[in-house]
């Protein structure tokens, strides 16, 4: 299994920024994937979470209404769109592949991960 995540920088606050993540090494389709992040000095968090077929999506209530997760199973990748971005949101970004089809909260593999700063 290989995560690979891509599309972080540093942006203004009320910016926008798209990450992606291209999996490898598995069926894609198959399994619910989620985006993580860890800001220094705190723990990994689960930001946004979608099923395998992409009909399910959950977010923490901290980004709901300015992230979006998708995903594209025909390219076997994973997109998080940051929009309305806050310091608060500056983090290492990471990609998780879920232990089956359904959203969960448990996840196997993680990729190595992307900054995102957001300052003024």
């Known amino acids: 299994v290989q995560l690979v995540e891509s599309g972080g920088g540093s942006v203004q606050p009320g910016g926008s920024l798209r990450l992606s993540c291209i999996a490898s090494?598995?069926?894609?389709?198959?399994?619910?994937m989620s985006w993580y992040r860890q800001a220094p000095g705190k723990e990994r968090e689960l930001v946004a979470a979608?099923?395998?077929?992409?009909?399910?999506?959950q977010y923490v209530d901290s980004v709901k209404g300015r992230f979006t997760i998708s995903r594209d199973n025909t390219k076997n990748t994973l997109t998080l769109r940051l929009d309305n971005l806050k310091p608060e949101d500056t983090a290492v970004y990471s990609c998780?592949?879920?232990?089956?089809?359904?959203?969960?909260?448990?996840?196997?593999?993680w990729g190595q991960g992307t900054q995102v700063t957001v300052s003024s």
């Open positions: 090494g598995f069926t894609f389709s198959n399994y619910a």
């Open positions: 998780a592949k879920g232990t089956g089809f359904a959203v969960t909260r448990r996840y196997d593999y």
């Open positions: 979608i099923s395998g077929g992409g009909g399910t999506t």
